[in-house]
């Protein structure tokens, strides 16, 4: 099959299950784990807010443009803390309200390491998987992402706010008590952010559909530069992986790609 490639979707069960999506079709690819796959970029690159078609594309498959002039894109989603739509120069007050104007978590996760991190109400468990999260635990809830975001901060003086990738694909994660780390967490905050804790934790866990047989190099895969024809060993987070490397699925969404397994 041949479309426009776009991030993997995915349902929380044990293992979690993947679906790849290219165009308008979909390929369960739980079933297809231990096959080979082969995944080429035909040279055509389009927008996934827009559409339209362009040489390069920016931050997950958007064109300039769109870069320039959408909220999901401003450098706010990325650093939360510079949330300015207080000050009345958000670039679309609608997604503003809906987006960033509403409940937000604060939570720890592990992916490589224990870490900490933010997202919308209802969004977490999608939130925890896209990071290829094994384990995870909601620590504290607050009205908007701005506050989300200066929790955060507070939070990452001694916690990482990243997952090292690398650590990831491979399968190496350092052992942690979330549950244990959380309370120590909540002891460490100022008291004007101990309000926003949540009264209790509680811990959740996530498996991956991954052979343990091989272990993949610690290799991003560039489909613009790289056919891939290799035997899927799993995936984790937006990451296909491979004995050569890993495929971040969702860095490449926006691009035409072939899509074959044997």
Not at 71 to 93: M, N, Q, W
Request: glycine share 8%; with cysteine.
């Amino acid at each position: 099959m041949d479309g426009i490639l776009k991030a993997l979707n995915h349902r929380v069960q044990e293992p979690v299950f993947y679906e790849l999506l290219v165009g308008d079709q979909t390929q369960a690819l739980n079933p297809l784990i231990g096959h080979t796959l082969r995944l080429e970029f035909l040279g055509e690159k389009q927008c996934v807010a827009c559409g339209r078609k362009v040489k390069k594309l920016y931050q997950g498959g958007y064109c300039f443009p769109c870069v320039t002039t959408l909220a999901e894109t401003d450098l706010c989603i990325v650093k939360p803390h510079e949330c300015h739509f207080h000050l009345g120069t958000c670039r679309d007050e609608e997604y503003g309200r809906t987006h960033c104007m509403i409940q937000h978590y604060v939570y720890l996760a592990v992916s490589s390491q224990a870490k900490v991190g933010l997202t919308r109400k209802g969004r977490e468990f999608t939130r925890w998987v896209d990071q290829g999260a094994n384990q995870a635990v909601l620590l504290a809830q607050v009205d908007t992402r701005k506050l989300a975001g200066e929790l955060e901060m507070e939070i990452a003086k001694n916690l990482p706010d990243k997952t090292n990738w690398r650590h990831l694909v491979q399968g190496i994660t350092t052992e942690v008590d979330l549950l244990d780390l959380a309370n120590v967490t909540k002891n460490s905050l100022p008291k004007s952010m101990q309000g926003y804790v949540l009264p209790e934790f509680t811990l959740h866990k996530f498996t991956y559909p991954v052979l343990e047989s091989i272990t993949p190099k610690a290799k991003s895969i560039d489909l613009e530069k790289n056919t891939i024809e290799s035997v899927l060993l799993g995936v984790r987070g937006q990451y296909l992986l491979f004995e050569q490397g890993a495929v971040n699925v969702k860095k490449h969404a926006g691009m035409l790609c072939k899509v074959d397994f044997k």
